[in-house]
């Protein structure tokens, strides 16, 4: 019996905003809760469909009978549903997270179910096996090699009976990392603190004054308002002088999530990720051996750069060992200041150690990180931004009217130098309710030829965190970011750039898809390289207050800063990468009970740590990266891909030498061409070493790190 169904939306289908869109931009703002069903339902059916005629007898295995439509398809769908993500991601309300969590399994299962489909693989092993394939240009056999990889990491040959299992595994992480980034965003929500004395505001910048008033104000409460959302708990953390306030709000924050989080907040005992956690793990670790895998962290290496658990694990240990000595040498020193010169009782407790670091750095170098942030309105910093990308790419920046999500958000066009629209992006900045924390980039749209011969031009979401502009004494100020935030900012478009320059046609590998997940940070780390540069900064920044260009004498203060506690933070970097690698390596995941991650944690912070763990401290059940966000196993890659970058960006320092420019056109668009252009169409180290001319090689991010003794 065969089932017909309508290829075509109804008519009411059609005026749904995660339909009507087709090829184009979503109106974001027309998307509403009861769109989500509907329209998903329908995407799914027609995904199916393209599916069951891809593996029927009558289908030829070539690229444009078989790989052609199921990408428009599977495109179609994919989109639709990261519009639905997206959305639930930085304008979270109840109703829409209940409509994405009702819809969840089911895309979660469709896609699971083609990574299984034995008949589909059969289809594209034969396409790879036929004359056509030598036709295919390198892209479109990229795409069938991955492809082919990626059905059997999907459970492609595991048998019949194995199946349902391995989808139902897929459905459960799912489930469980919307859980683990729900309860996480609950739990920093649903804390504020409210100070009603003036007295108590001692040591905070006037910005981080007025963003509690605004808080305050928002929330109808008296007073001044903090909360743990990042621009509103670390300023307090760097400069309150209440040291009891410190305390307060260090143990609100390192108890989120977890089963603690009562004693020291609001946190409600549904939010606690503790036995989440251990629910994931014991997932993938099922998921690893059933196809054939020692453990996840075996299984998640197929896709990426590095050869082996023993190479991760060696690389991790190296850098550890590496930082360690300057680390201890950091830790030291601020004991020391905070002893003499801090006079603080009962020595330097965990919710000392960002002010403490903060007095530090001011005495020692004679400023403060909120007098440099003056130099920084947002505006002007986008303006460099933009200088530096036309500069170094040859491309034009422009100001787009794309519908947005909302009224802060930006969007902008990238032209080639005869004004072809390449690309286009968004920016949203700031931090408010219902957005989740951090920073990111993701991917909107795609690059890809279409069957006409047009080009789908990429679209790019740029998510930041920053504190939004709020009034003082009645006037809307410009809103002013830390040169933390600048480093965010430019990391974040380094990958937008790698999205949005790709000259690939080809989806799968076109941008960011297809690059090896250890080697994807590489396009945004070396970006962060620039706002270490004089002649860049010097064009990007103006005070809030006078409009004056940041003094010399200033920037060389920063620069000489720039490792100050470098030891520490690489220290902490490792200490997160080997948590995150040997909870997917070595971790007993189906015996371990309770505690049981906090407990390895710990180990590995006794082992190289220098700053002992916290016992409060719950940190891993916020650790979003890997519970949450696709780095499990892969926290690693950060510093994996920061030697890579650093090697890179070592190329503009040798061509500075010779033209007195970083800014240096023949490099960029050599980078541009060898780097971003070919997106994931051949393998990372291949890439790199066209780029290069030659294997990576540690010696720069170390010296770059100040991570080498004189």
């Given at each position: 019996m065969t089932t017909t169904i309508a290829h075509l939306p109804s008519p009411e289908l059609e005026k749904n905003p995660l339909i009507s869109f087709g090829k184009g931009i979503a109106t974001y703002q027309e998307v509403k809760p009861e769109n989500v069903a509907p329209a998903i339902d329908f995407l799914l059916e027609r995904a199916q469909l393209a599916v069951d005629k891809a593996v029927s007898k009558a289908t030829a295995a070539t690229w444009d009978a078989l790989v052609e439509p199921l990408e428009d398809a599977t495109e179609t769908l994919s989109r639709s549903w990261s519009i639905i993500s997206h959305l639930n991601s930085v304008a979270d309300t109840p109703s829409l997270r209940d409509a994405y969590g009702q819809m969840l399994p089911k895309v979660t299962a469709f896609f699971s179910s083609l990574g299984q489909n034995l008949a589909l693989y059969q289809k594209f092993k034969e396409l790879n096996h036929s004359a056509d394939f030598a036709m295919l240009s390198i892209a479109q056999k990229k795409v069938i090699e991955n492809?082919?990889?990626?059905?059997?990491?999907?459970g492609a040959e595991l048998p019949d009976l194995e199946k349902p299992r391995f989808a139902q595994i897929q459905d459960e992480q799912a489930v469980l990392g919307k859980a683990f980034s729900d309860h996480v965003l609950d739990a920093t929500d649903g804390f504020i603190y409210v100070v009603q004395e003036t007295s108590e505001l001692a040591g905070l910048p006037g910005d981080a004054i007025a963003a509690a008033a605004d808080l305050a104000e928002q929330k109808n409460l008296q007073g001044w308002a903090f909360s743990l959302h990042f621009p509103s708990y670390y300023p307090l953390m760097q400069y309150s002088e209440n040291r009891p306030l410190r305390r307060l709000m260090y143990e609100a924050y390192v108890t989120r999530a977890s089963e603690l989080a009562s004693q020291f907040g609001n946190g409600k005992s549904e939010w606690d990720n503790t036995e989440n956690m251990l629910s994931q793990l014991r997932l993938r670790d099922e998921e690893a051996r059933m196809l054939n895998f020692d453990n996840y962290a075996a299984l998640s290496l197929a896709p990426k750069m590095a050869r082996d658990v023993p190479e991760v694990d060696q690389f991790l240990r190296n850098i550890a060992t590496r930082a360690k000595p300057f680390a201890e040498?950091?830790?030291?020193?601020?004991?020391?200041?905070?002893?003499?010169?801090?006079?603080?009782?009962?020595?330097?407790?965990?919710?000392?150690?960002a002010f403490a670091s903060e007095k530090l750095k001011q005495e020692r170098y004679a400023f403060s990180e909120n007098e440099l942030k003056q130099y920084?309105?947002?505006?002007?910093?986008?303006?460099?931004?933009?200088?530096v990308i036309q500069t170094l790419f040859g491309v034009q920046i422009k100001t787009a009217s794309l519908p947005t999500w909302h009224d802060d958000v930006q969007s902008f066009s990238v032209n080639d130098v005869a004004g072809e629209i390449l690309a286009h992006f968004y920016l949203d900045p700031y931090a408010r309710q219902g957005k989740r924390g951090g920073a990111w980039m993701d991917d909107a749209r795609g690059r890809r030829e279409?069957?006409?011969?047009?080009?789908?031009?990429?679209?790019?979401?740029?998510?930041?965190?920053?504190?939004?502009?709020?009034?003082?004494?009645?006037?809307?100020?410009?809103?002013?970011?830390?040169?933390?935030?600048?480093?965010?900012?430019?990391?974040?478009?380094?990958?937008?750039?790698?999205?949005?320059?790709?000259?690939?046609?080809?989806?799968?590998?076109?941008?960011?898809?297809?690059?090896?997940?250890?080697?994807?940070?590489?396009?945004?780390?070396?970006?962060?390289?620039f706002c270490w540069e004089w002649e860049v900064l010097k064009n990007m920044t103006a005070h809030v207050d006078t409009g004056n260009a940041l003094p010399r004498?200033?920037?060389?203060?920063?620069?000489?800063?720039?490792?100050?506690?470098?030891?520490?933070?690489?220290?902490?970097?490792?200490?997160?990468?080997?948590?995150?690698w040997r909870l997917h390596s070595s971790f007993n995941a189906q015996k371990a009970q309770g505690l049981a991650v906090l407990e390895l944690s710990r180990a590995i912070a006794n082992e190289y740590n220098v700053i002992p763990q916290a016992e409060i401290s719950r940190w891993p059940n916020t650790f979003s990266h890997i519970f949450a966000g696709g780095y499990a196993a892969g926290y690693y890659s950060y510093k994996w891909a920061e030697v890579l970058s650093a090697d890179v960006y070592a190329a503009f320092e040798e061509a500075a030498k010779l033209t007195g420019s970083v800014l240096d056109l023949e490099t960029g668009i050599r980078y541009r061409t060898e780097i971003l252009e070919v997106g994931g169409s051949r393998p990372a180290a291949e890439s790199f070493k066209a780029f290069r001319g030659r294997e990576p090689s540690i010696d720069a991010l170390l010296r770059h790190g100040g991570l080498v003794a004189h």
């Open positions: 492809s082919l990889r990626d059905f059997r990491l999907g040498k950091d830790w030291q020193e601020l004991k020391l200041f905070a002893q003499s010169s801090l006079n603080l009782d009962n020595g330097l407790e965990p919710w000392d150690i920084f309105p947002l505006p002007k910093v986008l303006e460099g931004l933009f200088g279409l069957p006409n011969g047009e080009i789908q031009t990429p679209v790019a979401y740029l998510v930041c965190n920053f504190a939004a502009p709020v009034k003082v004494d009645g006037i809307l100020r410009q809103p002013t970011i830390t040169h933390d935030d600048v480093i965010t900012l430019f990391h974040e478009s380094g990958h937008g750039l790698h999205h949005l320059l790709t000259q690939v046609g080809a989806l799968g590998v076109s941008g960011i898809n297809g690059v090896e997940w250890d080697a994807v940070e590489l396009p945004s780390q070396f970006m962060e390289n004498d200033l920037f060389d203060k920063i620069l000489a800063a720039k490792n100050f506690q470098n030891g520490l933070a690489t220290l902490r970097q490792a200490v997160f990468s080997l948590t995150d």
